[in-house]
């Protein structure tokens, strides 16, 4: 018997199935795959991620096994498994080894404490420090110290997506390290504004108010939302002398200086103007590369300088868009097990980045979504209740809203005059699964590279 070495085997079935399908889902689905290893009846094959993985087991496998039967008809079995060196993953550094128990990018191995509401993964080992945030940083060390002793209160403010949160959940997460005897509680003003309606309603307010009696660290983020809230911010006020009578340290962020905050009672503006103001302003160039650079190595990856310096050039007000330029050039490198040319970089950072992306239609969205799940366009236009079009409708309307910035109702005409309240639903479902689901945004920046580069 004449018998095929594991390349010309695979090459074989490539070029038949090559033969029965497009070559944008011949591109997605098979490159970088390979047989990497072949026991009696059984063939292995390598994928570049989870996701092609599904997708080959679900949908090629039985195309797969029938060339491959056909070629040598010991082989029974086909198993997919995802290349290990897909990423290049660098020895971990201890501190963040959950991301590799996890085995994803990013955080999904991080928990939010139940008691202190402290997200574990906003640390200073992650915290970078230039001039834009250095006196910020220098007050929060003070703060961990000697909480409730030097500066009470400590308040930051800043724009959006500078770093308010990451820092004051990280001065949290220190003094819990270092006094693990102290009670400290982490909230969002919202959420405070939120409880005391809940506690008045209920007529709960001395047992509310009796729960933060015993706080050694009050951390209160974005309380610029207390503007207007006049009974809220009284019983804060109530709350603040409590613990500021007895050396309890506050911690509290803002969008804006005390002073600038509208519609904020003028003994709580004096309370917070009575410790230490810092401000967070916008970081220069070589902060936003030096930032980049520690994303890209948390999540055990690195890139060629030409990429963070594009991505800093581009990127310029915000930490959090600085972040999400990077996820997409992170994702790209994950599914192409490479990472991209500058070209494609500008291509994926796309809206981020002015004149960045080439113009497309939403024909071609809708079209493009149709053709990466095997439907036609009429398919996802059409109202249907099944499993296998719900989603991809919900995708191409996800995709039409954020590629092109489409008015909700306008989507829903277009998908045979759905009312808008029908698209925001669907738009909202995909957001909040991409926050839990890492494969649904590998499979959307799929999506999305076809439709710009097809
Ligand atoms: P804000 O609360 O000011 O809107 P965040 O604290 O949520 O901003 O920061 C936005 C994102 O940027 C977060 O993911 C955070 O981890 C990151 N980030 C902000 N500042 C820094 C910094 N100095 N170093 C590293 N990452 C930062
Ligand atoms: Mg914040």
């Not at 090559?18 to 944008?24: E, K």
């Not at 930032?291 to 990127?315: C, H, M, Q, W």
């Amino acid at each position: 018997m004449n018998v095929m070495s594991n390349e010309e085997l695979w090459e074989a079935v490539l070029a038949q199935i090559q033969l029965s399908i497009s070559p944008a889902n011949f591109a997605t689905w098979f490159k970088g795959t390979k047989i990497i290893s072949r026991e009696k009846t059984q063939v292995m094959v390598s994928v570049p991620s989870s996701f092609v993985k599904e997708w080959l087991e679900q949908k090629y496998n039985d195309i797969i096994l029938k060339i491959l039967h056909g070629l040598d008809n010991s082989i029974k079995e086909v198993k997919y498994c995802i290349e290990k060196q897909s990423l290049k993953i660098k020895a971990p550094r201890k501190k963040i080894s959950y991301q590799e128990e996890a085995g994803q990018l990013g955080f999904e191995g991080l928990e939010i404490d139940k008691e202190t509401n402290l997200n574990p993964r906003y640390t200073f080992e992650n915290f970078v420090v230039g001039s834009f945030n250095e006196l910020a940083h220098a007050a929060a060390q003070a703060v961990i110290q000697k909480p409730g002793l030097v500066y009470n209160p400590l308040f930051i403010y800043g724009g959006v997506g500078l770093g308010k949160t990451h820092l004051l959940e990280a001065i949290g997460n220190e003094v819990y390290k270092n006094f693990p005897e102290k009670k400290i509680k982490y909230i969002p003003s919202q959420k405070f504004i939120e409880d005391v309606v809940r506690a008045i309603r209920k007529h709960k307010m001395e047992f509310f108010k009796s729960s933060y009696r015993e706080i050694d660290l009050l951390i209160v983020d974005d309380v610029q939302f207390l503007a207007g809230k006049e009974k809220t911010q009284e019983e804060f006020f109530h709350i603040f002398n409590l613990l500021y009578e007895k050396n309890k340290q506050v911690v509290i962020s803002s969008d804006c200086p005390p002073r600038a905050i509208p519609s904020l009672t003028e003994r709580l503006r004096s309370r917070f103007t009575g410790g230490m103001i810092a401000d967070i302003s916008q970081p220069d160039f070589e902060t936003r590369v030096a930032i980049l650079k520690t994303k890209a190595r948390e999540v055990g990856t690195d890139f060629p300088n030409e990429i963070y310096t594009f991505i800093a050039e581009s990127v310029q007000k915000n930490i959090r868009e600085l972040e999400g330029a990077l996820n997409r050039v992170i994702v790209y490198q994950k599914i192409n097990n490479k990472p991209p040319d500058i070209n494609i970089v500008k291509s994926l950072l796309g809206k981020i980045i002015k004149g960045g992306r080439k113009k497309i239609t939403h024909k071609k969205i809708i079209s493009t979504v149709a053709e990466f799940y095997g439907l036609t366009e009429k398919d996802i236009i059409i109202p249907s209740r099944k499993k296998e079009i719900v989603k991809p409708r919900q995708i191409a309307m996800y995709l039409l809203r954020r590629e092109l910035n489409s008015s909700f109702s306008f989507i829903g005409e277009r998908f045979g005059g759905k009312d808008h309240t029908t698209v925001i639903h669907s738009c909202e479902k995909i957001n909040s699964q991409l926050q839990k689901d890492k494969n649904l945004e590998e499979e959307i920046q799929m999506i999305a590279q076809r439709i710009y580069n097809s």
